[in-house]
């Protein structure tokens, strides 16, 4: 499982956005890497991401609720 980082306070500061960018970023690479282990190749695996990001930001455009992931 992978491993995100907390936001430093529960409420809006002015580096919230950075600090978000940095702990995604940091388990965005351990999931490709894991990805790429599994046996896909690193060009699929960041194409199918950008496909996946660009429909649950259209979804969350659309106010619609994106599946809930168990």
Do not use: H, T
Request: proline share 7%; charged share 30%.
């Amino acid at each position: 499982m992978l491993k995100i980082s907390s936001p430093q306070l529960p409420y809006d500061y002015p580096e919230r956005s950075l600090d978000c960018e940095r702990a995604m970023a940091r388990a965005f690479r351990e999931f490709v890497q894991q990805a790429i282990s599994a046996g896909w190749e690193e060009a699929e695996v960041a194409l199918v991401v950008a496909d996946i990001a660009d429909d649950y930001v259209m979804e969350l455009a659309q106010n619609k609720r994106p599946p809930k992931i168990n």
